[in-house]
């Protein structure tokens, strides 16, 4: 079992709807939670971070942890073809300078 | 500024070239890293300095060599590459301190080895 699993989509949906992204994780000690976007041939760039479990709001974007379940999620709302790209979860155990796991990326598509 | 910039956008070099990679942030982050990416895949580390303390993913082939001159400056060395090195590099940094530490990347250097 991969320590983060990610559906890599791809994932179509009109302008305006309400996306779902989400990822499940089997290592009970990963702590800090991350949303990357990246376009393509372009570096990630960090839209959401979380440490532990609960909701993070920012804008259109939601960021769910429930450390429970072992799962994490990343809403968008009023979904608009610029949020066209992929998107990555990761996360890490520990805060000092550690490697993020990343899962592999569910690349997303808004069509106007 | 959560800025990280990284020269240059695109290098297309033979296997016996030697070339550098470089990377520059100015926020004040202690941890710099270095990951490869693949077409259609996640991130990979390959290195990471803390404090200007290297630590190595010891799968890197040894024909990847990093440098950190200071704790805002990160080269990456490269030497007598393979075609299948080809890859997206990118550099990232973190500020390296307890309950904050996301990882800010920067555009990438797209490595084309021939």
């Known amino acids: 079992q991969k320590e983060v699993e990610q559906d890599p989509g791809p994932l179509s949906v009109p302008e305006g709807a309400i996306v779902s992204l989400n990822c499940t994780y089997s290592?009970?000690?990963?702590?800090?939670f991350m949303w990357y976007r990246q376009y393509s041939r372009k570096g990630p760039e960090l839209l959401m971070y979380t440490y532990s479990s609960g909701n993070k709001e920012d804008g259109r974007f939601t960021a769910q942890v429930d450390k429970s379940s072992k799962y994490i999620s990343l809403f968008i709302r009023d979904s608009q073809p610029s949020d066209s790209a992929t998107y990555l979860c990761?996360?890490?155990?520990?805060?000092?300078?550690?490697?993020?796991?990343f899962g592999k990326g569910t690349t997303l598509s808004v069509s106007s | 500024d959560t800025e990280v910039t990284q020269t240059p956008k695109h290098l297309v070099m033979g296997m016996t070239n030697k070339k550098s990679l470089k990377c520059e942030q100015h926020?004040?982050?202690?941890?710099m890293y270095w990951y490869k990416q693949k077409a259609k895949k996640p991130p990979e580390l390959m290195f990471v300095?803390?404090?200007?303390?290297?630590?190595i993913n010891e799968s890197v082939p040894s024909r990847f060599s990093p440098e950190c001159p200071n704790s805002s400056l990160l080269n990456l060395h490269l030497h007598a590459l393979q075609p299948e090195d080809s890859a997206l590099y990118l550099c990232a940094s973190s500020q390296d301190r307890e309950g904050v530490d996301e990882q800010f990347f920067g555009p990438g250097t797209r490595l084309t080895v021939l």
């Open positions: 290592n009970s000690a990963f702590q800090y």
């Open positions: 926020m004040g982050h202690r941890a």
């Open positions: 990761a996360m890490t155990s520990n805060q000092a300078g550690t490697a993020l796991i």
């Open positions: 300095y803390s404090y200007e303390k290297l630590s």
